[in-house]
């Protein structure tokens, strides 16, 4: 946004307000993106609307037809999870494959989800179509727990050693990378 892109957030897990307390918990003031229009936030849990398989019929097609249409150059989806709960396989890889499809004209999407609620195989196959992939997870380091975020891949660039970061979230301050090593035994 600061580089004057507009993006259009779906979200399942913040409301509006939720999302942007939650970005000023990481000294990171969005609100006047919000408020001219470059920041707008899609929340999905609304009050009276129940995640049944009627309802969900074709939800991955309706985001991406959104996204094509949408004036904005990026779209997150956080978290996919909810969406495919009652979608198949195959209509989960059209959806990646379509988002690929408005990368190659110009879109960025950002897409997070939930690997417990995905069977193997289908994840090996979401991965192959995605030009990159990321890994979060909480690692204990010491005595305190840390976010750990591996670069698993990057498509067009190189693999190198180092692409783990550990960082934790401290409320008013923002992001604090935490060194850390592993050592293999």
Known sequence: MKQGMSVDLFSTENTSKSFIKQMESMSLDIS???????????????????????????????????????????????????????????????????????????????????????EEDTLVRIRSICDAHLNMKKALVGDKYVMVMEVVKVRGARKTTGNLVSFEVHPGYGMKVIPMSFARI
């Open 32 to 118: 006047d993106y919000f408020a001219w229009g470059y920041l707008k936030v899609f929340p999905l849990h609304v009050v009276g609307f129940e995640w049944k398989k009627e309802e969900m019929e074709g939800i991955l097609q309706r985001l991406v037809t959104y996204i094509k249409n949408s004036p904005s150059e990026v779209a997150i989806v956080d978290s996919l999870t909810l969406f495919t709960e009652y979608a198949e396989t195959d209509t989960i890889l059209t959806f990646f494959t379509n988002c690929k499809s408005l990368v190659d004209h110009g879109k960025t999407v950002l897409v997070t989800l939930h690997t417990y609620a995905f």
